[in-house]
């Protein structure tokens, strides 16, 4: 009994001190050394990178190329800095950069991104520190370095860095890769181009890291993140269309001749530019490397398999994301700081289902009703555009009475229909048209006759006119053989001579009269004339104000009564048609504040002259035009223009036509008219 008691006082002494070795909140693993502090300083022509370290630490020193660097590893060192890039941009040095992998223990990396090689040094200081020393090349030494081919990577690391030999320069012994030690593929560096983020994973602050990843991803809009969707849709619907195969001759020479100044239309990218060289990798270790690079969280569908083989440098990284999405049918959805990757056909069928679920709540909510009363709108008129904002459900009703909408619908649909009424029921802009009509009509005519008799007679024979064309009203006193005397006006009897030609004016107004008479001869000759000008101006000016868009009338005038006859025994109707002068205007007002005018002017007058039974003709003119006027400005409508030329010639056979003698025997009548409308149409906006 009193032995067990020995042994366990010791097995409890023991276990008390294997607990006081152990520092309180640690764990099996932790790193015997921590980064503290990294800085830089600038020298004559050189550059020193000065690590700060607390404990024991075997730095490991390696370059590369693709861009040139310089690597310092400090395995089983954690990172207990939070500054994890420091521009230089000075004697070749572009940035240095400081992170950490994710192993247990971890390596902590201090990356010197150089311009182009150059010589090198790492030494101890004094107090501990490391002191890694870069060296500007010069000139000549610039221009004979060149650079060694990259090693190939293996297929197992999603990203390889490409490691060359720097002339005169201290090489890192060769280790052999023991279990978790750090290798290239650990850290999330996938050779950035030019100031790419910290390529090890930075313990720091990861959440911050990721949000601002998240924030530039996210910058995108709707229009970039969904065409790569629907190209992949476009690509499967055209994947039975046989694509064209292009020698690679052709395509080098088209991309010559286009040149580096074309840029294809697509989504902007600004992700870090990317170097990647993959062969036969697995989907998912891509988009692992995807999640490094950007700090987004990243999810695969169940669904998401195969392997990737893709070549490419200097690519920024979402770009390089669309084009594996675009490649394998998959596509993406971003929520936070979460990017969801999946197969088209899963989210097709997610978006259906989301679809179908809305239906189904919409269809299961109360319906509730609302009325909202118009003050500007009339309801009849945007009840139909009401109509189509409203869920299968919902039904609208237009109250006229009192000018109101009534709603019964979802809830949902409520918001959509208030904030349409509250743009449709504004006040709407009022227009002033101001009309000037002028209405001139000219008038010519001229009538010119003669009448001409003669006669000669010598007892026995005679020759002269014939009464048939008419007598002469002039009376000769006394006889002569071959004449007939009739009485004259004043009561007398004398001889009248009857005319060779009877072509005297219509309605003269002037005359000349020529008479010789003796015993044997009698001439008579007589010129009629008549010529009437005129001249008519009509002018009206209305006013009239309407609303935007909505239509303007004046018109004046007269309506003609038509009588139709009797038929089948009834009596005769009358039917009242209009002969006016009408002018419609329709007002838009646009954005800039001119006026778009839609006009159309007509002009009815009857013509009593010509008429069909008893019912006078309507001479109708008429035009139609849409114009763009400045507010205050006019335009003009002119061009309706009436014109009637008549000439009516009547003359004695053959003689007629003798020149200047003719016109003894031809009787000339010349009539001309000429009706013209002109409108001057002037808008104003009225300022309410």
């Not at 207990?80 to 971890?106: C, F, N, Q, W």
């Not at 891509?286 to 569908?301: C, K, M, P, Y």
């Not at 006394?478 to 009739?486: C, L, Q, R, S």
Request: with cysteine.
């Amino acid at each position: 009994m009193r032995k067990q008691l020995l042994n366990t006082i010791l097995l409890f002494t023991m276990l008390g001190l294997a607990a006081s070795a152990q520092t309180p909140g640690t764990k099996p693993g932790t790193p015997a050394s921590q980064l503290r502090h990294v800085s830089v300083v600038r020298g004559a022509d050189q550059i020193r990178v000065e690590i700060s370290a607390q404990g024991a630490v075997t730095p490991t020193v390696s370059t590369a190329d693709s861009p040139a660097r310089v690597i310092v590893d400090l395995p089983d060192t954690s990172m207990e800095t939070r500054l994890s890039r420091i521009p230089v941009g000075s004697d070749g040095v572009k940035a240095v950069r400081v992170g950490v992998d994710g192993h247990h223990p971890p390596t902590t990396r201090v990356v010197v991104d150089l311009e182009q090689a150059c010589h090198y040094e790492l030494n101890t200081a004094s107090d501990g520190n490391l002191v890694l020393t870069l060296h500007a090349p010069k000139p000549t030494e610039a221009a004979k370095a060149v650079p060694a081919a990259p090693q190939a990577a293996p297929a197992s690391n999603v990203a390889a860095a490409a490691v060359s030999s720097v002339p005169n320069a201290p090489t890192a012994k060769a280790e052999p890769t023991r279990a978790g030690s750090p290798s290239s593929s650990d850290f999330v560096f996938v050779e950035p181009s030019y100031q790419a983020k910290t390529a090890l994973q930075d313990t720091s602050d990861p959440a911050a890291r990721a949000e601002d990843a998240a924030a530039k991803f996210a910058d995108k809009t709707a229009a970039e993140l969904l065409p790569v969707n629907q190209h992949a849709a476009q690509s499967a619907d055209s994947s039975s269309t046989t694509p064209t195969i292009q020698p690679a001759v052709n395509l080098a020479a088209e991309q010559k001749a286009k040149g580096p100044q074309t840029v294809a239309p697509g989504p902007k990218y600004t992700g870090e530019p990317i170097s990647v060289n993959l062969k036969d990798v697995d989907l998912k270790d891509f988009f692992r490397l995807i999640h490094e690079i950007s700090g987004l969280n990243v999810v695969l569908d169940p669904d998401v398999h195969g392997t990737l083989t893709i070549v490419l440098d200097d690519v920024p990284w979402d770009q390089a994301l669309d084009i594996v999405l675009k490649n394998n049918d998959l596509a993406r959805e971003l929520e936070g700081n979460v990017l969801r990757i999946a197969t088209l056909d899963t989210l097709k069928k997610e978006a259906d289902s989301r679809r179908a679920q809305m239906e189904a709540e919409a269809l299961a909510v109360d319906k509730v009703s609302i009325t909202r009363f118009l003050s500007y709108a009339h309801a009849k008129d945007v009840l139909l555009t009401v109509k189509k904002f409203l869920s299968t459900r919902g039904d609208v009703v237009a109250d006229d009475r009192t000018n109101a909408i009534i709603v019964n619908d979802i809830p949902n649909v409520i918001p959509v229909i208030d904030k349409l009424l509250t743009e449709l029921d504004r006040k709407t802009q009022e227009v002033e048209i101001e009309a000037r009509v002028v209405a001139a009509t000219r008038t010519f005519a001229r009538d010119i006759g003669t009448q001409f008799g003669f006669g000669w007679g010598n007892g026995h024979s005679a020759i002269g006119g014939a009464s048939a064309a008419g007598t002469s009203p002039t009376t000769v006193t006394g006889g002569a053989p071959g004449y007939i005397t009739i009485p004259s006006s004043n009561g007398t009897t004398g001889n009248t001579i009857p005319l060779f030609s009877n072509l005297g004016s219509t309605q003269p107004s002037s005359g000349l009269t020529f008479l010789n008479a003796s015993n044997t001869v009698r001439i008579d000759a007589i010129l009629s004339m008549a010529e009437s000008r005129g001249l008519l101006k009509v002018l009206s000016r209305p006013r009239v104000v309407t609303q935007n868009n909505i239509q303007a009338l004046v018109k004046q005038g007269v309506r003609v009564p038509i009588v139709t006859q009797a038929q089948l025994g009834g009596p005769p109707t009358v039917t009242y048609v209009d002969a006016f002068l009408r002018l419609t205007v329709t007002p838009q007002i646009t954005s800039e504040n001119t006026i778009f005018l839609n006009v159309d002017v007509e002009n009815t007058t009857p013509n009593f002259g010509q008429e069909v039974q008893g019912n006078p003709e309507l001479i109708t003119q008429q035009a139609t035009t849409q114009v763009l006027v400045t507010d205050g400005g006019t335009v003009v409508i002119g061009g309706v223009i009436q014109t009637q030329n008549s000439l009516q010639v009547d003359q004695v056979p053959l003689l007629g036509s003798i020149p200047v003698l003719g016109n003894l025997f031809k009787h000339v009548q010349v009539s001309t008219s000429n009706q013209e409308l002109i409108f001057f149409i002037t808008p104003r906006i009225i300022q309410t």
